[in-house]
């Protein structure tokens, strides 16, 4: 139960940070909140020969409005996500969200893009990132890329990442305004990981939905959009029997596991009661379009 | 190539600067306890779930158990002992004596840290709220009803955050 063995570097610049991962060839370890790492650290799991500490660097701790979208920094805490009124305003289905996110003390230290790196199919913020079409600011030796979250997502606690490479910032393009919104997560304790969680954007142009956006995890190796569902729904107006055909697509496309906490079957009647909720409520949200 | 050698520290703890040789792999919790003598921040999983270890550091609540020494080398630490000692006891341990908020009294140093970044910074309106706040910290004994009465009390007296 105590890490093994590690030399630590605490980074004064991203560029230092991206110096020392170069330097520890391929076996070093960037640490941000550490509300992921450290138990890993802890049970050995992983064991790094460098740790590279980012938590000095400044100017990595803004939520920055750049116009259509919002950048989130590298440290911003989840205390900070959950209460910043740029999030608030702009992203209220994330503002919802972040309060589902573990517990106060673990919400002081743990950082949105952490969550991001660690991919827990488990975990709010890679589902609410693919939910919002994010992009993801890497930065190494070659300089800086964009690269969308759903291919930065690769699997279970795997990213596109490598091993120099520290993720600076993600950026989230702003919903049009009026867009409805609902989230919904069942756990068994709240701030707990949930057993399942979905979470929807919808536009109404005259009625007709547009731009549907569905996410959901705890259903699968990694967190997921629906896309059968989305575009079962696309078009629509959402009428009650329309829900529910997109709920069925909901249920044919995931592929929930078994586990102590529940069944596959459990899981996905879960999935598609949490949808049916979410969806009626995000298009209760949808505001008509106001012709100019 | 790497050196995993010992780092001087310097850590501000219960106001009293300490510098100390550690190893960068030693955890806030067992600095505390190991190096410090200061055994009242007590260690439940070594993995963040139980909230035992719970200190503030610079003004907020962590877990001392997912904080590595190295990384709080110019900082302020606060742990239980900085709440009062036996004979004045301070605010919060009181209102815990007072509502009978713990019995074997293993999780109370981290309840009470919890607490102390609550009351400066959570608006604790309601039961739920007081609930949802000190979900992070797990106790065997109480049943938690007389933790969130003191908490309440507490968050009485305080009155509304400005
Ligand atoms: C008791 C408890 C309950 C929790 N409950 C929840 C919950 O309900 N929902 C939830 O979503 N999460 C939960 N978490 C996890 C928490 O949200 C973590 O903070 C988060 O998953 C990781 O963020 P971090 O900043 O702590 O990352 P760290 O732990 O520091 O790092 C995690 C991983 O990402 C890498 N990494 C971190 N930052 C970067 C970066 N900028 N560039 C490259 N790599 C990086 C690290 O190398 C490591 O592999 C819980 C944690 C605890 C201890
Ligand atoms: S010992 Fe740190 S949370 Fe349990
Ligand atoms: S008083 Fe015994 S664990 Fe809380």
Redesign the pocket.
């Known amino acids: 139960m105590k890490p093994a063995p590690f030399a630590y570097v605490a980074a004064t610049s991203v560029q230092h940070a991206i110096e020392a991962l170069a330097a520890a060839g391929g076996d070093g370890?960037?640490?941000?909140?550490?509300?992921?790492?450290?138990?890993?650290l802890n049970f050995r799991l992983?064991r790094p020969s460098v740790l590279v500490d980012?938590n000095r660097i400044p100017g990595l701790d803004r939520i920055e409005d750049t116009g259509k979208m919002l950048r989130i920094g590298?440290l911003v805490?989840?205390r900070l996500t959950a209460s910043d009124p740029l999030i608030a305003h702009h992203v209220p289905v994330l503002h919802e969200a972040m309060n589902?996110?573990?517990?106060h003390t673990?919400?002081n230290?743990?950082?949105?893009?952490?969550?991001l790196?660690?991919a827990?199919p488990?975990?709010?913020?890679p589902m609410m990132a693919l939910l919002l079409d994010a992009v993801v600011e890497i930065t190494g030796p070659a300089g800086t890329r964009h690269l969308p979250v759903r291919e930065f997502l690769v699997a279970s606690l795997t990213t596109d990442?490598a091993p120099d490479?520290?993720?600076?910032a993600v950026e989230i393009a702003k919903p049009a305004p009026g867009t409805g919104w609902g989230f919904a997560e069942f756990?068994r304790r709240h701030?707990?990981?949930?057993l399942a969680c979905v979470a929807a954007l919808v536009e109404s142009r005259d009625g007709a939905a547009c731009n549907v956006r569905i996410a959901a995890m705890g259903i699968g190796d990694t967190a997921l959009r629906l896309s059968a569902a989305e575009a079962a729904l696309e078009g629509s107006g959402f009428s009650d029997e329309e829900i529910t055909r997109a709920v069925s697509a909901l249920r044919d496309e995931i592929e929930p596991m078994s586990d102590l906490s529940g069944s596959a079957d459990y899981r996905r009647h879960l999935a598609g009661e949490l949808a049916r909720n979410v969806l009626g409520e995000a298009w209760r949200r949808a505001a008509p379009e106001v012709p100019a | 190539m790497t050196d995993t050698g010992t780092v001087a520290i310097t850590v501000s703890v219960n106001g009293v600067a300490h510098t100390r040789e550690v190893e960068p792999r030693l955890l806030l919790s067992d600095f505390l306890r190991h190096k410090l003598g200061l055994t009242g921040t007590h260690v439940g999983c070594e993995?963040?779930?139980c909230g035992a270890c719970t200190v503030l550091l610079d003004g907020y609540s962590a877990?001392s158990c997912?904080t590595l020494a190295v990384q709080v080398d110019g900082c302020t630490i606060e742990t239980v002992e900085s709440q009062g000692t036996q004979d004045a006891l301070g605010p919060i341990q009181a209102a815990f004596r007072d509502h009978h908020a713990l019995q074997c009294g293993y999780c109370t140093p981290g309840f009470i840290m919890t607490v102390a970044d609550l009351l400066e910074h959570h608006p604790l309106e309601n039961d739920e709220d007081i609930r949802e706040a000190l979900s992070?910290n797990i106790c065997r004994c109480t049943g938690y009803q007389n933790i969130v009465a003191a908490v309440r009390e507490l968050a009485k007296a305080r009155g509304p955050l400005t």
């Open positions: 370890k960037i640490i941000a909140g550490g509300q992921s790492l450290m138990p890993m992983v980012i590298a805490r989840h589902h996110v573990a517990h673990v919400r230290r743990g950082t949105f893009c952490g969550s790196c660690h827990d488990a975990a709010e913020m990442l490479e520290l993720v600076t756990a701030g707990d990981y949930a | 993995h963040g779930v877990r997912l992070g």
